[in-house]
C-alpha cells in the first residue's frame, strides 16, 4: 500500500523545546517537500528536497531545519526559534525530473505549542 | 509575490448547483495545473490536473476550464453534493516547484 505517512498526528510541544516531525514515503519518489498550514490560509513551503543530502529553503524556512538521509524520509525539526509554531504541517513528494510531476500529500501533524 | 491567485476564499451553493473556482496565473513556464481537495484535518488529495495544451478536462463530476491566453483556469463541480464540502486549492507547477493558491472554502447546502 504506497503513500506518504507522518507522525505523530498530534503533537504538543513546551515553548523553547525542539519537536522533529516524521515523514515516510514508499511511493520512490525523489522530491520531498514540507509546507505549513495555518487556518484559513493556504499552503506555505518550509523546505523541499529533490535528491538525498540535498534540500532547499523554501518561503518560511527560519526556525526550522530538515534532513534528507534517506530517500524515503524527510524530517522536520521545528527549533524553539521558530516563534508562532502552533499550525498544521503537510509532507509531501512527487517524482522529480523525471518522472510525472503530481504532487501527493501525508495526512499532516497538527502541532500545538502549550 | 502570490504566484497563483485563486477566487473567491468562498463558496457557498445548494446541493444540485454548480460551483466555480477561478485561478490566475503570470509565469507562462508553468506547465502542469492540479486541483487539489482537504477536508479538515486531512492531507490535499489531487482531484484533477490539467497541462496547458487542452482546454478542458473532464474526470466524472469535476471540470477544468484552462484558457492559456488569459492565464486563468478554473474547477467546476456539476450537480454538487453536500460530501463537496470541503477547501479546494488550485495549483501551478513546473519542473519541482510548486505553488499554490490561497483556497476557497465549499459549503454544499443540502
Known amino acids: 500500500d504506497g503513500g506518504i505517512t507522518q507522525s505523530p498526528k498530534y503533537l504538543f510541544r513546551k515553548e523553547g523545546q525542539n519537536v522533529t516531525l516524521s515523514c515516510e514515503q514508499n511511493?520512490?519518489?525523489?522530491?520531498m517537500y514540507w509546507y505549513r498550514q495555518d487556518p484559513g490560509q493556504g499552503l506555505r513551503l518550509i523546505y523541499y528536497?529533490?535528491?538525498?543530502?540535498?534540500?532547499q529553503k523554501g518561503d518560511i524556512a527560519e526556525g526550522y531545519s530538515v534532513s534528507r538521509e534517506k530517500k524515503e524520509s524527510f524530517p522536520l525539526t521545528v527549533t524553539s526559534a521558530q516563534k508562532n509554531p502552533t499550525a498544521f504541517y503537510l509532507c509531501?513528494?512527487?517524482?522529480?525530473?523525471?518522472?510525472?510531476?503530481?504532487?501527493?500529500f501525508g495526512p499532516g501533524t497538527r502541532l500545538t505549542v502549550l | 509575490q502570490q504566484q497563483v491567485k485563486q477566487s473567491p476564499q468562498s463558496l457557498i451553493v445548494q446541493k444540485g448547483g454548480i460551483p466555480i473556482i477561478n485561478c490566475a496565473y503570470e509565469n507562462t513556464a508553468f506547465d502542469y495545473f492540479p486541483w487539489y481537495q482537504q477536508f479538515p484535518g486531512k492531507g490535499p488529495a489531487l482531484l484533477i490536473a490539467i497541462r496547458p495544451d487542452v482546454s478542458e478536462k473532464k474526470e466524472g463530476r469535476f471540470t477544468i476550464s484552462f484558457n492559456k491566453s488569459a492565464k486563468q483556469f478554473s474547477l467546476h463541480i456539476m450537480d454538487s453534493q453536500p460530501g463537496d464540502s470541503a477547501t479546494y486549492f488550485c495549483?501551478?507547477?513546473?519542473?519541482?516547484?510548486?505553488?499554490f493558491g490561497t483556497g476557497t472554502s465549499l459549503t454544499v447546502i443540502p
Open positions: 509531501a513528494s512527487s517524482a522529480g525530473p523525471t518522472g510525472v510531476d503530481t504532487q501527493y
Open positions: 511511493l520512490n519518489h525523489d522530491a
Open positions: 495549483a501551478a507547477s513546473f519542473g519541482n516547484q510548486f505553488y
Open positions: 528536497s529533490q535528491i538525498v543530502n540535498d534540500f
